[in-house]
C-alpha cells in the first residue's frame, strides 16, 4: 500500500556520500530525419527494456497499480482520520506549523473549488504529525534542511540527496537515480503530502529521479553543460538557434501562408483570431533546429536518455488583450510534469510590446499538491507576484528559449504587437504512454502541433 500516509517505508535506503559525481552514457545520440511520419503516436516501442526510461516507467506504472488500490482505501482512511481529529491535536514545532499554514487556497484563481480539499489536507497531516513522533521530527530537520512547502506544493531542491560514484547506464543508471526516493525521509514526504494527488506517482518516480541530477551522464560540451546547468537550476533558458536571416524569413513566409488558410486541419483560430496555431511539415525547423546535436543533447540530459520530439506547430498572438481568449494567459503549469516546450521568435520579440512569455524561475521542481484538473493549475496574480520573481522570456529575431512547462507560466495579454513563434515539444519517450494507459487525461502530446514523435 504505498500510497497511504500511514503507511511508511520503513527501509531506509543507504545513499552513498560521495559528492562530484556522474553518470555516463555509451550509446550515440540517433539522428532525427525529416521524414518522420505524422500522426505516429508513439515511440514507446522502440525503447529497449533494458534502458534508463524504461526502468523509470516501469518502477511508475507499479506505483500507479499500488495507488488504485489504496484509492479504494481512501474514504476508509479518511474516516479514521476524521475520527482521530480531535484527540489528535496538538501543537507542533514552529516551523512545522508555518509550513502547514502554508497551504492556502487563496493562492488559487478557483479557491472555492479547492478549499475543502486543502483545508481536508492540512487536517490530516496534523493529525499523522501529532501522533506520529518520528513523522514529525523527520519532518522539522527537512524544512530546517531548506524542504520548501508552499500553497502550491513541495520542493526537495535542496534536499537533493548525493548520488553514488561511478559511471553508469541503462537500469543501473534509473536504479541509481531514483534509490534515494526510497529513503524514510522521502517516502514520508510522498506518503504526507502528495498521495492524495492521483497523478503524483508520475511526478515522482519517473520525474523526480532527473531532479536529482547535478551533471548530465551525457559527455557535453561547455556551452551545452552551461545551458544545461541553467535549465536544470531554473527550468527555463534563453537559446539562440543560428538561423540565418533568409531562413527565418523563409520560416515567417511559410507562418503567412499556412495562417491565412482555411484548412482547418492545417490551422485553427480563435478567439477572432487572436490565437492563430498551424501545423505544417517544415523540413528546415526539423534539419537546423531539431537535428542540432546541442539541442538534442540538452533536452536528452533534462528528460532522460530515451526523450522523443513530439512535434510543433506556428503560434500567433495577433491583438490579443483579454486572458479570455487565451487559455494560457492565467499563471499556470501544463499538469504533464516534467517536459520541455522550446519557442522560437520568428521576429523580435519585444519585453513590453510583444507578449512575451512569463516564467517563474525555479518552480520547475515542485511537487504539486494536485495536478488532476483544471481548478488546481491556475494561481491568481497577487500570489505569484507577492511569492515569485518573474522572468520575461523575450528576445531578438532568431532567438527564443527553452523552459519546463511544469514551471508556472503564463502568457502576457496586453502588448501592441502581433508574435510569431515556432513551438516544439519534448517528453521523455515512456511519459506519454504511461499517461495515456493510466487516463490521466493529460495532452501528452499535445493535440494540436505537427506530430513526428522521433526518438532524439
Ligand atoms: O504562449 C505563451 O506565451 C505561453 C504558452 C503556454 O503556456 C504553453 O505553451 O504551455
Ligand atoms: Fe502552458
Redesign the pocket.
Known amino acids: 500500500m504505498a500510497c497511504q500516509p500511514t503507511k511508511l517505508n520503513p527501509a531506509v535506503a543507504a545513499v552513498s556520500n560521495a559528492a562530484g559525481t556522474f553518470y555516463s552514457a555509451r550509446k550515440p545520440l540517433l539522428q532525427v530525419g525529416v521524414s518522420c511520419i505524422s500522426g505516429e503516436s508513439s515511440t514507446t516501442s522502440e525503447i529497449s527494456n533494458q534502458s534508463m526510461s524504461y526502468k523509470l516507467a516501469s518502477i511508475t506504472s507499479q506505483a500507479l497499480e499500488k495507488c488504485k488500490i489504496s484509492t479504494t482505501h481512501q474514504s476508509e482512511l479518511d474516516d479514521t482520520n476524521a475520527a482521530q481529529k480531535e484527540s489528535n491535536e496538538c501543537q507542533l514545532p514552529d516551523l512545522v506549523e508555518k509550513a502547514l499554514a502554508k497551504i492556502d487556497s487563496a493562492a488559487y484563481v478557483h479557491a472555492d473549488q479547492v478549499e475543502g480539499h486543502f483545508n481536508a489536507h492540512r487536517q490530516e497531516l496534523r493529525t499523522t504529525l501529532c501522533a506520529d513522533n518520528k513523522a514529525r521530527d523527520a519532518l522539522l530537520s527537512m524544512l530546517q534542511q531548506g524542504l520548501s512547502v508552499s500553497a502550491l506544493g513541495i520542493d526537495l531542491t535542496k534536499l537533493a540527496p548525493p548520488l553514488p560514484d561511478g559511471t553508469l547506464d541503462g537500469v543501473q543508471l534509473a536504479t541509481a537515480l531514483h534509490k534515494p526516493l526510497l529513503s524514510y525521509n522521502l517516502e514520508l514526504l510522498r506518503s504526507l503530502f502528495l498521495y492524495k494527488n492521483g497523478h503524483h506517482s508520475v511526478h515522482w518516480h519517473l520525474d523526480q529521479p532527473l531532479r536529482n541530477v547535478q551533471r548530465s551522464w551525457i559527455e557535453l560540451t561547455e556551452k551545452e553543460t552551461e545551458l544545461y546547468n541553467t535549465l536544470q537550476r531554473d527550468g527555463i533558458v534563453m537559446m539562440d538557434y543560428g538561423l540565418s536571416e533568409a531562413e527565418l524569413d523563409s520560416l515567417m513566409e511559410q507562418a503567412d501562408d499556412v495562417m491565412a488558410s482555411d484548412d482547418t486541419s492545417m490551422t485553427s483560430v480563435v478567439s477572432d483570431g487572436a490565437v492563430v496555431t498551424s501545423r505544417l511539415l517544415i523540413p528546415l525547423l526539423e534539419e537546423k533546429v531539431i537535428g542540432n546535436p546541442t539541442i538534442q543533447k540538452v533536452v536528452r540530459s533534462y528528460l532522460g536518455n530515451e526523450t522523443t520530439v513530439n512535434g510543433y506547430k506556428l503560434?500567433r498572438?495577433h491583438g490579443l488583450n483579454d486572458t479570455k481568449q487565451?487559455i494560457?494567459?492565467q499563471w499556470?503549469h501544463?499538469r504533464a510534469g516534467r517536459r520541455l516546450?522550446m519557442?522560437l521568435f520568428l521576429h523580435d520579440v519585444d519585453c513590453e510590446e510583444g507578449?512575451?512569455?512569463?516564467v517563474v524561475k525555479k518552480t520547475h521542481n515542485i511537487q504539486f499538491f494536485k495536478t488532476e484538473t483544471f481548478p488546481f493549475s491556475r494561481y491568481t496574480e497577487k500570489f505569484v507576484r507577492e511569492n515569485f520573481d518573474v522572468s520575461k522570456?523575450c528576445g531578438k529575431k532568431g532567438e527564443g528559449f527553452l523552459f519546463d512547462?511544469h514551471s508556472v507560466?503564463?502568457?502576457?495579454v496586453s502588448g501592441a504587437h502581433d508574435r510569431t513563434?515556432a513551438?516544439f515539444e519534448f517528453h521523455n519517450s515512456m511519459k506519454c504512454s504511461i499517461v495515456e494507459k493510466a487516463g490521466m487525461g493529460i495532452p501528452c502530446p499535445s493535440g494540436d502541433q505537427f506530430l513526428i514523435n522521433a526518438l532524439l
Not at 507560466?409 to 502576457?412: D, L, P
Open positions: 503560434t498572438l487565451y494560457a494567459s499556470h501544463d516546450k519557442f507578449h512575451p512569455t512569463l522570456a512547462t507560466h503564463r502568457a502576457t513563434t513551438i
